[in-house]
């Protein structure tokens, strides 16, 4: 079989529409855990310039939450894809997906700071959705924090709420039929 130029492993999300910002995916390595750290304090600037800490303390407190939030994901979804968003062979961001009987799961998606509000992550999800709909019309979930400003792409792109977990929405897009 030929495989097309910018096809994925059949594993791996496709790409249809992300691969023309240049992106790929690739499987995360332990060599990824700086960036991780990196990209996971970059979603929390905004919380911690709230903070009366000085730089040691947010870093220490990013350090133990990141630590924490990796673990967790390790344990509780086993079988997930674990993948980094490449941009023409820079890292910028990580995409963790699970395929479930009933579901495909967003686990955790973010881009560098760099990297938002310019398309990726709509074509990333409008490839995913396209996915999950082409593989037994599947619906997508995802639990997003309530503050994030990501939410919005979300409910333009078909996103509901389906559960209040507190601090997150589940949020949930379902396929046409």
């Given at each position: 079989?030929?495989?097309m130029?910018?096809?994925?492993?059949?594993?791996?999300?496709?790409?249809?529409?992300?691969?023309?910002?240049?992106?790929?995916?690739r499987?995360?390595?332990?060599?990824?855990?700086?960036?991780?750290s990196?990209?996971?304090?970059?979603?929390?600037?905004?919380?911690?310039?709230?903070?009366?800490?000085?730089?040691?303390?947010?870093?220490?407190?990013?350090?133990?939450?990141?630590?924490?939030?990796?673990?967790?994901?390790q344990?509780?979804?086993?079988?997930?894809?674990?993948?980094?968003?490449?941009?023409?062979?820079?890292q910028?961001?990580r995409l963790?997906?699970?395929?479930?009987?009933?579901?495909?799961?967003?686990?955790?998606?973010?881009?560098?700071?760099?990297?938002?509000?310019?398309?990726?992550?709509?074509?990333?999800?409008s490839?995913?959705?396209?996915?999950?709909?082409?593989?037994?019309?599947?619906?997508?979930?995802i639990?997003?924090?309530?503050?994030?400003?990501?939410?919005?792409?979300?409910?333009?792109?078909?996103?509901?709420?389906v559960?209040d977990?507190?601090?997150y929405?589940?949020?949930?897009?379902?396929?046409?039929?």
């Amino acid at each position: 079989m030929i495989q097309m130029a910018n096809a994925c492993p059949p594993h791996l999300p496709p790409t249809k529409r992300a691969s023309r910002y240049g992106i790929h995916y690739r499987e995360m390595t332990k060599g990824d855990m700086e960036f991780l750290s990196r990209l996971y304090r970059s979603t929390r600037e905004d919380e911690l310039s709230r903070t009366p800490w000085d730089e040691p303390e947010k870093q220490a407190f990013i350090n133990m939450q990141f630590s924490a939030q990796h673990e967790h994901y390790q344990k509780h979804y086993p079988d997930a894809l674990w993948l980094i968003i490449e941009q023409g062979g820079t890292q910028i961001g990580r995409l963790y997906f699970e395929r479930w009987d009933t579901e495909h799961r967003i686990i955790d998606i973010a881009l560098i700071p760099e990297a938002r509000a310019k398309g990726l992550g709509g074509a990333i999800l409008s490839d995913l959705m396209e996915d999950a709909a082409a593989n037994g019309g599947k619906n997508i979930g995802i639990h997003v924090e309530k503050q994030n400003p990501a939410i919005s792409l979300y409910r333009r792109m078909g996103f509901t709420v389906v559960e209040d977990k507190g601090v997150y929405d589940l949020l949930r897009w379902t396929p046409s039929l």
